[in-house]
DNA sequence: CCCTTAATGTGACTTTATGTGGCTTTGTAG
DNA sequence: CTACAAAGCCACATAAAGTCACATTAAGGG
């Protein structure tokens, strides 16, 4: 008798995983119809592959926390994608100053296993999330808390920043008006990352696609050298393209339109 | 009978807390056809992880993140004595400043339905919680993070500290000589708890029972009139009960020996 | 063909999850 | 303050799930 190959069933079971966030072992046994044991030891393999974690009677997915705010699910694929990408300009030993936002987090996340680098931030989950890794040096820039942002703000702030010299500075942005020009929805956030972006060598801004089609009241100005736009795609239409490539680099981070 | 997953259950715990506020152990227990006994055991995994907390009849969600949970948990009962004990000397309209430790962050906890406040605090994860409530002005003081305080310490913090000026301190301390002398870790902690109690006009010392018996070796010096030391019970034998009454007020949060 | 190898099945034994019953604690109505 | 029902806790029982060693089978290469 023919044996069904044993990598389509990993694949179907990473596909059931997938659409359905845990499997059972007695399910896909009966499914496949192979005992028990064997599903056991494919669940295993996977789990030793990292693409799923083992639990008592199944497995499950990794991401099936369902922790994490709200806001941070919206795109989170592309927000996640460009994370990555901006992490890859980071090197070690460098110091780096991150803005709040849920973009920035993610670049935050992709941080985590690293090790010697000195991380600005005036976002508290970011300022949290980095300092329990313990390897990498975390500085708060504190000030007045803004709720929606749980990023500190102000005078205070301000001070701070100026305190400080980094290589990198991550910054986000409001929205991005159809000239190229990063906008923000008030004066002070505005004045802050324009300072932010002062105290780097360079600056990266991070904005995902949704960003194209806000249009916040308060420009952004930046000094300091705009090393790049990271952003996961760029709508069409809705800045000049050709504008938006002379005044900084385009990196485009992961893909689909 | 294939057994469902322990795991999906737990989501589905974490998600009806996330959306109604608190579960029972009941209705949890019908709705998963499970012995009530089970819903029990689900819910003091979850609190041991810091996802929830376990009140008689079931479990409400923490309006904070899972952070020191740990220690959090260790003696709980006294802290959130201490915290409800501390918070009824806050008055409306008060700024206080609130260093970092579990015992403080029991005082944040029970601040947390007042409003027309400020608050100060170096605690990243007080900060967090106090800025959620959207009515308290939380200002965090921020400085290069401890991972172990989750708190911020340093030159910078220092400075912040000195530019304000509050009602009253509420702060920690890592033991209590045989003396009454507060006590701490590190020379920088005991400096910046001092400066801490220089800025209020008063400064309330939070501690449990446990830091009786705890010598740590940098005393810490506090000018300001300490206005009374919140415990939530005092071993007989660690302090000279008349020298500490001499020199601090006493109050007695909650009770047991 | 026979031999090797990888995948799967089987059975004995261990571990985990859940249920059950007796007893204690807690919250609350009277 | 007391009484009592609901909730919690603990110890034990049990069935499902996991683990491990060994047997079996199919595929492939001389």
Redesign the pocket.
């Known amino acids: 008798?023919?044996?069904?190959l044993?990598v389509d069933?990993h694949g179907q079971i990473l596909q059931a995983l997938d659409a359905q966030g845990s499997v059972?072992?007695?399910d896909l046994a009966e499914r496949f119809?192979?005992?028990?044991?064997?599903i056991?030891?494919?669940l295993?393999l996977l789990a030793e592959e990292g693409r799923l974690v083992?639990?008592?009677?199944?497995a499950h997915r990794l991401s099936n926390e369902p922790s994490l705010s709200r806001r941070t699910i919206e795109n989170a694929e592309g927000k996640a994608a460009i994370g990555r990408a901006a992490a890859e300009f980071v090197e070690d030993g460098m110091a780096i100053l991150i803005d709040s936002g849920s973009t920035t987090l993610a670049l935050a996340q992709a941080l985590t296993n690293r090790g010697d680098l000195t991380v600005l931030t005036n976002s508290l989950p970011i300022g949290l999330l980095l300092a329990r890794t313990k390897t990498i040096k975390t500085v708060l820039l504190g000030g007045e808390i803004e709720p929606n942002d749980e990023a500190a703000f102000g005078l205070d702030t301000l001070d701070l920043i100026a305190k400080y010299r980094v290589d990198l500075a991550f910054i986000g942005a409001g929205g991005i008006s159809e000239t190229g020009q990063f906008t923000d929805y008030t004066r002070l956030a505005a004045e802050q990352r324009s300072r932010m972006a002062a105290a780097a060598k360079a600056t990266y801004v991070l904005a995902d696609h949704t960003k194209f089609s806000k249009r916040t009241p308060v420009p952004i100005p930046i000094a300091s050298p705009i090393a790049g736009l990271i952003t996961d795609y760029m709508p069409k239409g809705e800045v000049a393209p050709e504008a938006a490539a002379r005044i900084w680099p385009i990196r485009i981070a992961g893909s689909k339109p």
């Not at 008798?1 to 069904?4: A, G, K, L, V």
């Not at 119809?33 to 064997?38: G, L, P």
């Open positions: 008798m023919s044996r069904p044993a069933r059972s072992v007695s119809n192979v005992s028990m044991e064997t056991r030891r494919d295993k083992t639990v008592h009677g199944g």
